[in-house]
């Protein structure tokens, strides 16, 4: 038996009574922490009320594999960090408050007076100088809609990362300009500190977030929707339709917004348009951005999903997922700004990293939840998002 780890954990857990179990183990430092790496005593399984109560006391994420020699366990022991609240915090309002613009935007008001700095070649960019606070208060819905709706996705994340006690940031929100995004930001993100042990996990922190925003967007389309008016617009791209700064925007038609705009609107059909309330607009773009995550490549909702149902099989649907964008970007260009970004992201990466216990799959119950979430997915997709 070999072991490099401490002797005495915070909650009072001795080294003694992690090795009992153990006819092996090893220690090695890992991202954000240290790895434990073990073989059961034989006649000892995962499930056995010995090992559940050593693990029970555990301070991190665990894992497990049978291998021809017993069941090995993976425990993963984060490393103390002091989180960095503020910058959080910061990122949270800076959203909020770009995102309530862009709802004043999309509500036929002008929020802050520009100037225009120009730039060589006739170039120029626009400079904010004066605030007209009053003319925030009508972009309130949208933004805290939105962002609410983005909080629940990261919340879903970063609950479930905590219920399997993986180390993990609280979300990071991205504001942008509004004049340039039409809504304020480009969404958020958690990030894991501790690596996934398993592919049961991989999917419960995958579904998590999808779910809950998808969940999430659906009354506010349905109120939104309640609230929109329905216009008659001759040779419409689509069938909705939002004004941004007095330009309009022709939005997609999913199956779920197909079917809201059927059962809470008297839609007439041709020759008419849905013109949407900011409010609706909002849980479009919940049911946008969960599609957008669960597609099934890379480092995405989708990838983690598809990967935790099916294993190294991913691959061949993650490369099927990422080329099929090639041709939808002749239909809207951000298709391949998408691919570009996943890209990046899995840092050249298409198909799921391996995860160190990848041979055992999720229960029935779990697979069941991402084959949920799965058609979610359908529900949601939106070839053609954008028109203008």
């Known amino acids: 038996m070999t072991q490099d780890f ?11 009574d992690y090795l009992a179990i153990f ?8 991202r954000a922490g240290r790895l434990l790496t073990g073989r059961l005593l034989p006649g000892l399984t995962p499930e056995s009320a010995e090992v559940q109560e050593v693990l029970a006391g555990w301070p991190g994420s665990v894992g497990a594999r049978e291998g021809p020699l017993g069941w090995e366990l993976f425990l993963f022991e984060p490393a103390p ?17 770009s995102t ?28 904010p100088v004066a605030i007209d606070v009053g ?42 300009p509004p004049y340039l995004s039409v809504i304020g930001t480009l969404g958020a993100f958690i990030r894991l500190r501790s690596p996934v042990l398993s592919r049961s996990t991989l999917l419960d922190v995958a579904v998590s977030g999808p779910l809950l925003s ?12 309640a609230h929109s008016r329905v216009i008659g617009v001759v040779n419409a791209p689509t069938a909705y339709l939002v004004r941004f700064a007095s330009e309009r925007l022709w939005l997609g038609e999913s199956l779920a917004m197909s079917w809201l705009t059927r059962l809470v609107l ?34 995405l909702d989708g990838g983690h999903l598809l990967y935790a149902l099916f294993g190294s099989r991913q691959r061949l649907a993650a490369w099927a997922f990422f080329l099929a964008l090639i041709p939808l970007g002749f239909l809207w260009a951000g298709w ?50 954008f028109r203008l």
Not at 266 to 295: R, S
Request: neutral net charge.
């Open 23 to 30: 006819a092996f183990c090893r220690a090695e430092s890992v």
């Open 6 to 16: 401490n002797s005495q954990h915070t909650d009072g857990q001795g080294l003694a």
């Open 100 to 127: 309530v613009v862009a709802g004043s935007l999309l509500a036929g008001h002008w929020p802050i007076g520009f100037e225009a700095l120009l730039l060589y070649g006739g170039w120029w960019v626009p400079i």
């Open 336 to 385: 391949w700004v998408w691919a570009v970004l996943v890209a990046g992201v899995g840092r050249g990466r298409i198909g799921h990293p391996p995860l160190y216990s990848s041979e055992r799959g999720p229960e029935a119950v779990r697979v069941a939840v991402g084959l949920a979430a799965a058609v979610a997915f359908l529900l949601c997709f939106v070839p053609v998002p």
């Open 266 to 299: 008297d839609f007439p059909g041709a020759g008419h348009v849905v013109e949407m309330h900011p409010i609706a607009f909002a849980g479009w773009l919940g049911l946008f951005v969960t599609a957008l995550n669960l597609l099934p490549i890379s480092q």
């Open 135 to 176: 003319a925030l208060v009508p972009g309130l819905p949208f933004g805290v809609a939105l962002v609410g709706v983005l909080a629940v996705h990261e919340a879903g994340h970063y609950l479930a990362a905590r219920r399997h006690r993986i180390s993990v940031t609280p979300p990071y929100f991205i504001p942008f």
């Open 214 to 225: 998808f969940l999430a967007s659906l009354p506010l389309l349905w109120w939104g929707l």
């Open 81 to 97: 960090r002091r989180e960095r609240w503020w910058l959080h915090v910061l990122l949270l309002v800076a959203t909020l408050f």
